[in-house]
């Protein structure tokens, strides 16, 4: 007998990926998205539709045990679901259907807020967001967490140095507000001291003969000097610059002791010496320098510093006044055979041969006298006529 012999090879579940419709889409993931698609938050739900947070997160979990009254549990799912744009009616079924909870009539026990058997003890410091039901709501923090240590240092340093601008305002003012006396060099003086009873007692004799008498008589200017204020009889007057006023140059300072003028002049004619004479200045003034152009030439001084004190094309005539400086400043002509000095109204030079530049030439008056010539005005046609037209007196018309 020949048998036939089969290997029966068992069926293998063939694994193949699950795509999205595989997956059980339930209540809350998709009430959870949309109300990420909207960008609110469990508080903002709760600011808006007057829903607590905990009752929010109750309806996407599925919890019906988290809500203290059964018969309000309807209303929030529709309204929720009415918030995030769903069917109110669809989203109540699958909440029923996932989580097990079925309304009840009105009469009956499980729609009473009254629940059956013990009851949690709610105390006083029971705060619904940091229940355990509420994962997503921080713990509290005491107020003595949110004190920095480093802003207590701070806040002692502002308020001493809030305290120390005061005192020192405070003291400020009472020193400005303070009123001090300090004493007259000089005393005051009484100009005019007048009676005020002399003229009431100028006619005492007759008055007392006329009293024993018995006839009174009064004059009106003896009351009306009787009744007149003091200050108007007795008037002081103190010069305001008294302790100035009061210093004599004749005793104090450096012409004390000098003689009149007429002293001095008959000691000079009897040729006796003058003590204590007035000092007297003997340097002169300093001479005028000037430069004078007779035709066209440019003209840069420099000061001892290397600054610019004057730069440009003097024109025949054009004159210019050399200041008078500590150190002498230096002078750099392009023409040298058109630049003349003039010191003290004479005139020197030429600065340079003509058609030359002459470079670092000082300015200084004795300098100059010393170095040049005086100008001589035929052997130069145009500083005869500079000269000429100088000299020329202008005529008003």
Excluded at 100 to 119: C, E, L, N
Excluded at 225 to 247: E, F, G, K, T, W
Excluded at 362 to 378: E, G, H, I, W
Aim: net charge negative.
């Amino acid at each position: 007998m020949i048998g036939r012999w089969t290997s029966r090879i068992p069926d293998i579940e063939e694994i193949r990926p699950k795509g999205f419709d595989d997956f059980e889409v339930r209540l809350g993931d998709m009430m959870r998205g949309e109300r990420a698609t909207l960008g609110k938050s469990l508080l903002d739900v709760q600011r808006e539709l007057r829903i607590r947070a905990n009752y929010i997160a109750a309806i996407e979990n599925c919890d019906p045990t988290a809500f203290d009254t059964p018969g309000f549990i309807a209303g929030y799912v529709r309204s929720y679901a009415r918030y995030l744009n769903l069917d109110p009616d669809k989203a109540f079924e699958q909440f029923c259907a996932e989580s097990g909870f079925s309304t009840a009539h009105g009469m009956d026990a499980g729609a009473s807020t009254m629940r059956k058997g013990p009851r949690p003890v709610v105390t006083a410091a029971y705060d619904p967001f940091t229940a355990p039901t509420t994962p997503f709501a921080p713990a509290p923090e005491s107020w003595l967490s949110r004190v920095e240590p480093g802003a207590l240092g701070s806040m002692l340093v502002l308020v001493a140095l809030i305290g120390t601008l005061g005192y020192g305002g405070w003291t400020v003012l009472n020193e400005v507000q303070r009123v001090k006396f300090a004493p007259i060099d000089s005393t005051p003086a009484v100009l005019s001291d007048l009676d005020p009873l002399r003229p009431a007692t100028q006619g005492a004799p007759d008055t007392l003969a006329a009293r024993d008498a018995g006839v009174t008589t009064s004059s009106p200017d003896a009351l009306d000097r009787l009744y007149r204020p003091q200050a108007l009889d007795v008037p002081v007057m103190v010069a305001r610059d008294a302790p100035i006023a009061s210093l004599n140059p004749d005793v104090l300072g450096t012409f004390a002791g000098v003689a009149d003028t007429a002293d001095v002049a008959v000691a000079q004619a009897d040729g006796a010496a003058q003590p204590n004479s007035v000092p007297q200045v003997n340097v002169g003034p300093v001479p005028e320098l000037e430069l004078v152009a007779v035709r066209p030439a440019w003209v840069r001084v420099n000061a001892a510093d290397g600054s610019v004190i004057f730069e440009g094309i003097m024109n025949p005539g054009a004159r210019w006044v050399v200041p008078a400086l500590e150190e002498a400043p230096k002078l750099r002509v392009g023409e040298s055979g058109a630049i003349y000095f003039v010191v003290n109204g004479q005139h020197y030079g030429p600065a340079g041969p003509r058609g030359t530049v002459t470079s670092n030439l000082a300015l200084q008056s004795d300098a100059l006298t010393q170095t040049f010539a005086v100008a001589d005005p035929s052997a130069d046609q145009d500083l005869a006529r500079t000269i000429a037209e100088l000299e020329t007196p202008v005529v008003a018309e």
